[in-house]
């Protein structure tokens, strides 16, 4: 009798559903983070859709372009590095308590980089934590008017057992 195999939730996918549930806490307001985004998505929403929904600031998460790159220093291992895109979207605020885009961009690279750099196994087994880091961001620089749009790019580097079946 053959034994089911069991399949697991994919690498990636625990990657993505770990910073998730990291961002979460950006959304809660007493997060001790200078900022307070309404969304965390882990799928692209085009933020014009989300502004209608008046749930912005928004982070959205998606593996990022790129795709992996397997490779290793040490023999018998796999070390899958993993690009992920989270796009922070952010509006002009109006009102008395009101911060102005340089501030929540300000804000929202502060609180990113701290998460990151908090958690950089991101709870997830297998996750080089000396590896995992923001390698490069990119702003709108005002092109959009009344929003601005911070795309960070983070790499996850993931090792496993050359023989492990992933």
């Known amino acids: 009798m053959e034994q089911a195999q069991v399949i697991g939730t994919h690498r990636r996918a625990k990657i993505i559903n770990a910073l998730e549930g990291l961002f979460k806490q950006l959304t809660k307001e007493d997060s001790g983070f200078p900022i307070h985004v309404k969304t ?3 799928r692209f929403v085009h933020w014009t859709a989300l502004d209608q929904q008046e749930a912005l600031p928004a982070l959205l998460l998606t593996y990022g372009d790129g795709g992996s790159a397997p490779d290793s220093d040490v023999i018998g291992y796999i070390d899958e590095v993993f690009p992920i895109a989270v796009t922070a979207v952010m509006k002009e605020e109006t009102g008395p308590d009101a911060k102005d885009l340089t501030e929540q961009a300000s804000d929202i ?12 196994t991101l709870g997830v087994e297998g996750v080089n934590p000396e590896r995992t880091r923001i390698v490069s961001w990119r702003g709108s620089e005002g092109t959009i008017s009344k929003f601005e749009i911070i795309r960070f790019r983070v790499v996850v580097v993931h090792r496993y057992h050359a023989s492990e079946n992933v």
């Open 40 to 42: 965390v998505q882990k």
């Open 109 to 120: 690279h502060y609180s990113i980089g701290q998460i990151i750099n908090s958690n950089p």
